[in-house]
């Protein structure tokens, strides 16, 4: 390359990076400072009133897994908020898994149809999303309540002789957050199965395979990048999950996004509520990675 040549690609990139400038500056300032600002609050001691004090503090990250008797002084296992971060791990891969189970049949149903048809089937996949979360979460709370439409229809077709108390209870959140997400997990899938080349399945039935070797020899493998996004999408945000706890477990089937706005507003103690939210971030990230990982391995790239 000549010297001429060369200049002209610095140039290029010197460009480039000037054009870039301003978002790299948005993204820095908007996401990466207000990040900064929660791990600097992690680390210091909590306000009377709120807000916190400036001296260096672990209290904060030792306040995620234990707690001080208010009597010894000294610190105990925090049970109560074990049980916080076991509920939210324990409905967010439930709510993975189910959507998982009902979104395939149905990507696999749109993505088979003619392609005349596929952009109705999407669209109506597509229509919750122009309503708004809490709207959303409201009209299954008129589902699952006492009076509500599941215990009516139950009752009226004499499988139950009184009404199911679902509501404010862990089956109201898990049912809650998979009619939520799941259109999460629907979408990816489609965009994988639209790919998938059905002369696959005629081959693998010429040479004898059932009908679960195929689903599990030849359909999953090739649509597994669609089930890795699904998972993705709806694993993250049903981790986080604060309005649909809020609304169908009224208060009591807490978790974790519950927990870190309850410390930032009523218990006053943002430093814990700073590492909470530090500590859910690297929860997501270990398991994405490992989950990532855990699904590549058969292509030996990791």
Request: proline residues 5%; without cysteine.
């Amino acid at each position: 390359m000549s010297a001429a040549e060369e200049a002209q690609t610095a140039r290029s990139a010197r460009n480039g990076w000037l054009l870039s400038a301003p978002a790299l500056v948005v993204l820095t300032v908007a996401a990466a400072g207000p990040l900064l600002i929660v791990v600097v609050y992690s680390f210091l001691l909590p306000g009377k009133y709120g807000n916190v004090e400036w001296g260096f503090s672990l209290d904060g990250w030792r306040g995620i897994l234990w707690s001080k008797d208010i009597f010894t002084d000294e610190y105990v296992l925090a049970d109560a908020h074990l049980t916080i971060f076991w509920r939210s791990v324990k409905l967010s891969v439930l709510t993975t898994i189910t959507t998982f189970l009902v979104g395939f049949p149905t990507a696999w149903f749109i993505a088979t149809r003619p392609a005349s048809q596929r952009a109705l089937w999407l669209f109506l996949i597509t229509i919750p999303f122009w309503t708004n979360l809490l709207i959303r979460t409201y009209a299954m709370n008129e589902v699952l309540r006492s009076e509500g439409l599941m215990n009516t229809v139950l009752m009226k077709l004499g499988l139950i002789g009184s009404p199911l108390q679902v509501m404010y209870t862990d089956i109201a959140v898990f049912i809650g957050m998979t009619y939520v997400y799941l259109p999460l997990m629907v979408l990816p899938l489609f965009a994988a199965i639209d790919r998938f080349d059905m002369r696959l399945l005629e081959a693998a039935y010429d040479l004898y395979a059932s009908r679960m070797q195929v689903l599990r020899r030849v359909i999953l493998p090739i649509v597994k990048p669609g089930i890795i996004a699904g998972s993705i999408l709806v694993f993250v945000p049903s981790l986080g999950a604060y309005v649909t706890p809020r609304v169908l477990g009224g208060g009591k089937q807490m978790m974790i996004g519950n927990f870190i706005e309850l410390q930032f507003g009523q218990g006053r103690n943002w430093p814990l509520g700073s590492a909470l939210s530090m500590a859910l971030l690297v929860v997501v990230m270990v398991a994405l990675l490992i989950y990532v990982k855990y699904a590549n391995r058969e292509q030996g790239h990791g």
